[in-house]
Structures are given as structure tokens and as C-alpha cells.
């Protein structure tokens, strides 16, 4: 026979036991229902409302960020643009931790509210604007840093925007996705993702001539992104353009014109190309 003061026990936890079964049990009676849609809701319509996106949502690690902003060398009062912002989070870091400024552009007004809340909250709204706008609409021209988490095939249609409107030496990158046969100039892995570099490369093919002390020769020059190889004539004589390299607008590479190999090294500045040493004594102009 169990004792009374084990009864009490058993009858007091029952009871408690109840309490909090009606308590529940009250508390779901009382929520409130779900709102209901309107009578004339068109889900069709709603859908066909929703912004066509040609790239999904998906935000990108923060360390990956870093990485991202770390190799492209984002630095206080560059312009970063970032297309298809999503949450703001890769500028919101570039101007919180690096004072940069810039603008991100996303196609969904729901991301862009979000974004423009995030940047308040990070005291950076002042520096970083997020706007609704369609990615393939926007200029690029401003920008020292251009940011992509975006798709491989969205990054092939931007690559000739960012190859003509895009100042030389712009830097840009890309979380994950390659640009097809611009190859990278940097490439690195962070975890199970990658973070690729290019440097917008200046244009610099075509002909040139090149004068160097009392020698002159005409270079063609075949490019292709920031890889060229070229031909020089001078003096009735041939020579090939050797181990050629841009990156930017420095360029550099190797030629004989009859006096052994030379190295040219200098920066492409418009229609003229300049040496680094001032000194070096040669200059090459475009030739129309
Ligand atoms: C993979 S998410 C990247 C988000 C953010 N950049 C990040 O790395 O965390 C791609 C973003 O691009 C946006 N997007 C897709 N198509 C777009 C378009 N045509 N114009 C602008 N934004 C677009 C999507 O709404 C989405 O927010």
C-alpha cells in the first residue's frame, strides 16, 4: 500500500499535468486563424508578378565575402558594384570593414528592401545604395571593383560589358562561376568554394609603331583578353613579340630589333605606350 504522502505527490503532478495540457490546449484555441487570401486571388497572376530571375537567391558564406574582397584588394573609397545584391551582405563588408562605397542592384524589390535595411543597421548607408534594377541594364564604367555570384551563363552575357565599357585594370570578381575562356588571373579556394580574379585587360590590339633610341619598328599585336603575341617589322628584318603579359594596363615582353633581346616594360595609356623607367628611351604609338 503506497503511503499518503506518495498519493499527495502522484495527485499534485496529475494535476499539474493538466493544467498545462489545458493551458495548450486554450492558448491553440485562442491564435489566431491564417489570414485569408481575397476571393478574386489569382495565383497565376501572383507568380507571373514574381521578377524573372537569372540567378536564384543564394547568399554567399561571409568568409567567403572576405575572400572575395581580399583578392580583388578592395581598398577605402573604391566604387564596388555589386550585381544581384541580395541581401547586401558583399558590400555592406567592403564598405563597413574597408571604406569602400557603391551600389548593388537586384532584380527582386524583396532583396532590395532587405539590403537597404541591412546597410542601415551597419551605419553604412550613407556610402552603399541598393537599388531595384536589372542587372544586364546597369553601367558599369564607375566601378573600380565589380562583384558576381550570378550563374556561368550570366557571367559569358556580362563579359562583353565588362570588357568594353569597363576601365583597364577594373578588378572583378566571381563567387564560384568562370567567365568560359577569359581565364582567371587569380583563382583560390576557400572550403568547398571558389573565388576567381580578372583584371580587365587594356585594348591593345592592332598596330603600333615603336620607336627605341635611333631604331623604329612596326608591331601587330594579336590579342586576346590579357594574353597577346604579336610580330615586329623594322629595317626589312622580322622578329617575334616574346613572352608578352598584360595585366591591366602594365604590360611587358621581350624583342630583338637586331640588338639582342630587350625587355619592354610599361603602361598602356591610351593610344601611346609609356615605359615604367622613364629613361628606358622607347615609346610605341597606335597607328591608325
Ligand atoms: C546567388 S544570389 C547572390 C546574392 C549576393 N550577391 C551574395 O553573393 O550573397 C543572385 C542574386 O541575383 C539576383 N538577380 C537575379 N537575376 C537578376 C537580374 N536580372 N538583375 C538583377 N538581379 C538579379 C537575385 O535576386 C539574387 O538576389
Known amino acids: 500500500m503506497p503511503s499518503r504522502p506518495f498519493l499527495r505527490a502522484i495527485l499534485v503532478g496529475a494535476g499539474a499535468m493538466l493544467v498545462l495540457v489545458l493551458a495548450f490546449l486554450l492558448f491553440r484555441g ?74 548593388g542592384v537586384d532584380i527582386d524589390p524583396v532583396r532590395v528592401r532587405e539590403a537597404q535595411a541591412n ?35 550570366v557571367n559569358l552575357r556580362l563579359r562583353p560589358r565588362i570588357l568594353t565599357q569597363m576601365r583597364p585594370g577594373t578588378r572583378v570578381v566571381s563567387h564560384d562561376f568562370d567567365m568560359g575562356e577569359w581565364r582567371p588571373d587569380e583563382r583560390r579556394r576557400v572550403g568547398t568554394a571558389t573565388v576567381l580574379l580578372w583584371i580587365v585587360p587594356a585594348r591593345i590590339e592592332g598596330s603600333w609603331r615603336l620607336s627605341d633610341g635611333d631604331r623604329s619598328a612596326t608591331l601587330a599585336l594579336d590579342q586576346q583578353f590579357q594574353a597577346f603575341i604579336g610580330t615586329a617589322a ?55
Open 119 to 153: 546597410a542601415r543597421a551597419a551605419g553604412v548607408a550613407a556610402r552603399v545604395a541598393f537599388r531595384r534594377q536589372d542587372l544586364f541594364d546597369t553601367p558599369l564604367a564607375e566601378a573600380d571593383v565589380l562583384t558576381l555570384y550570378l550563374l556561368p551563363e
Open 30 to 103: 485562442s491564435s489566431a486563424p491564417e489570414p485569408a487570401l481575397p476571393e478574386n486571388f489569382d495565383t497565376a497572376q501572383f507568380v507571373a508578378g514574381r521578377p524573372k530571375l537569372d540567378a536564384p537567391y543564394v547568399a554567399t558564406d561571409l568568409e567567403v565575402v572576405d575572400a572575395m574582397l581580399g583578392l580583388a584588394q578592395v581598398r577605402p573609397g573604391d566604387h564596388v558594384i555589386d550585381l544581384g545584391s541580395g541581401d547586401g551582405r558583399i558590400l555592406i563588408a567592403a564598405a563597413r570593414s574597408l571604406g569602400a562605397g557603391g551600389l
Open 234 to 288: 623594322a629595317d626589312g628584318r622580322a622578329a617575334r613579340v616574346e613572352q608578352g603579359s598584360l595585366s591591366g594596363e602594365a604590360i611587358r615582353f621581350l624583342l630583338d630589333l637586331g640588338e639582342g633581346r630587350r625587355v619592354y616594360e610599361g603602361q598602356v595609356e591610351g593610344d601611346a605606350i609609356v615605359p615604367a623607367n622613364p629613361r628606358a628611351g622607347w615609346r610605341m604609338e597606335r597607328m591608325r
